[in-house]
Nanobody, 128 residues
Framework: QVQLVESGGGLVQAGNSLRLSCVVS????????MAWFRQRPGEDREFVSV????????DYSDSAKGRFTVSRDNAKNTVYLQMSSLRPEDTAIYYC?????????????????????WGQGTQVTVSS
């Protein structure tokens, strides 16, 4: 059974930082690109960041670029999202998701349609 479990969310003031974690089980973690999406109140789920299976390649949304850093530890089956300079508009539920990179091409897909395994999400609230 595939499980993705996010943690690290919480309430922070604008300008501060948070680090989210997502621990994965039930799949061969090193065969998967891992992404972070978020869903703000009343909005659709949107792409935030992705890291390839090896960690070599990453991609970020315009909003995340320069403030967020994605990383992974394949030995721990864990992907991280370090978020800095947080803004009230970053308030959302953050989800991690897995994409099977069968040929291990270091793919970094941004489309929500490419992801079939999801965590339950962790709430991030940024106060002004």
């Amino acid at each position: 059974q595939v499980q993705l479990v996010e943690s690290g969310g919480g309430l922070v003031q604008a300008g501060n930082s948070l680090r989210l974690s997502c621990v994965v089980s039930g799949l061969t973690f090193s065969h998967y690109a891992m992404a972070w999406f978020r869903q703000r109140p009343g909005e659709d789920r949107e792409f935030v960041s992705v890291i390839s299976w090896s960690g070599r390649d990453t991609d970020y949304s315009d909003s995340a670029k320069g403030r967020f850093t994605v990383s992974r530890d394949n030995a721990k089956n864990t992907v991280y999202l370090q978020m800095s300079s947080l803004r009230p508009e970053d308030t959302a539920i953050y989800y991690c998701a897995a994409f099977k990179d069968s040929a291990r091409f270091d793919l970094v897909p941004r489309s929500i349609l490419d992801y079939h395994d999801w965590g339950q999400g962790t709430q991030v609230t940024v106060s002004s």
